[in-house]
């Protein structure tokens, strides 16, 4: 069972930074597609942005392009989501995704954190 531990959330006004990061027990955790989903109060749970491991394609959400960036340390097996110009509108619980098949950020052998909290004021 892979374990999938968040960390980096808060409260920031709006137009600041946070950075999330999600550590992982798993040692192969390189050969993972991984994401970052959100899900606000009374929405369902979206995709925020996915980078796939097999064919290095990284797709954002476009309310967050250009804002927003993934990044992992396989030396570490930690995936990180640098948020920058947060909107009151990025206010949501924050899942770290993980999915062994490499390519996908959702599937049935998706991984999930356990979620934190991002809220932004305005």
């Known amino acids: 069972q892979v374990q999938l531990v968040e960390s980096g959330g808060g409260l920031v006004q709006a137009g600041g930074s946070l950075r999330l990061s999600c550590a992982s027990s798993e040692r192969t955790f390189s050969r993972y597609a991984i994401g970052w989903f959100r899900q606000a109060p009374g929405k369902e749970r979206e995709g925020v942005v996915c980078s796939s491991s097999t064919d290095g394609f990284t797709y954002y959400i476009d309310s967050v392009k250009g804002r927003f960036t993934i990044s992992r340390d396989n030396a570490k097996n930690t995936v990180y989501l640098q948020m920058s110009g947060l909107k009151p509108e990025d206010t949501a619980v924050y899942y770290c995704?993980?999915?062994?098949?490499?390519?996908?950020?959702?599937?049935?052998?998706?991984?999930w954190g356990q979620g934190t909290q991002v809220t932004v004021s305005s």
């Open positions: 995704a993980a999915d062994p098949g490499g390519y996908s950020c959702y599937s049935p052998s998706t991984y």
